[in-house]
C-alpha cells in the first residue's frame, strides 16, 4: 500500500509563492509517474503539473506554464511543487498522486491514470 502525505501548503498573498511537498512511501516510488492535482469547491479536479520517474518528461497545464515547477527526488521519495507568482484563482486543495506502477498506461493529466492519492493540502491565496 502507498502512502503519499502532502505538506507545504497555507496562505499567501498574490504573487507570493509556495512549495508544496509530497512524500511517498511503501511503494516503488522512483519507477512511477507522479502528478499535482487541484480541487476547488464546485470545480472539478484539474491535472496541475507531473512528470515521469526520471523526470524527463512533465506535463503543465496552460494556466500554470512559467509560473509553478514540478520536481523530484527519488532517493527521498519526494515531489515537490514549486509554484510562484500565485494569484487568486490558484486557491484550492492540492493533490499528490501517483501511477499504480511502471506498467501503467495512460495520459499524465488524466486524473483517472493515477491510483494513489494523498489527502491533500489547502492553498489560499489573498488578493
Known amino acids: 500500500q502507498v502512502t503519499l502525505i502532502e505538506s507545504g501548503g497555507g496562505l499567501v498573498q498574490a504573487g507570493g509563492s509556495l512549495r508544496l511537498s509530497c512524500s511517498a512511501s511503501?511503494?516503488?516510488?522512483?519507477?512511477?509517474?507522479m502528478g499535482w492535482f487541484r480541487q476547488a469547491p464546485g470545480k472539478e479536479r484539474e491535472c496541475v503539473a507531473a512528470?515521469?520517474?526520471?523526470?524527463?518528461?512533465?506535463f503543465y497545464a496552460d494556466f500554470v506554464k512559467g509560473r509553478f515547477t514540478i520536481s523530484r527526488d527519488n532517493t527521498k521519495n519526494t515531489v515537490w511543487l514549486s509554484m510562484d507568482n500565485l494569484k487568486p484563482d490558484d486557491t484550492a486543495v492540492y493533490l499528490c498522486?501517483?501511477?499504480?506502477?511502471?506498467?501503467?498506461?495512460?495520459?499524465?493529466?488524466?486524473?483517472?491514470?493515477?491510483?494513489?492519492w494523498g489527502q491533500g493540502t489547502q492553498v489560499t491565496v489573498s488578493s
Open positions: 498522486a501517483s501511477y499504480r506502477d511502471a506498467f501503467t498506461l495512460g495520459t499524465m493529466s488524466s486524473a483517472r491514470s493515477y491510483y494513489y
Open positions: 511503501g511503494g516503488l516510488f522512483s519507477s512511477v509517474v
Open positions: 512528470l515521469t520517474w526520471s523526470g524527463a518528461t512533465t
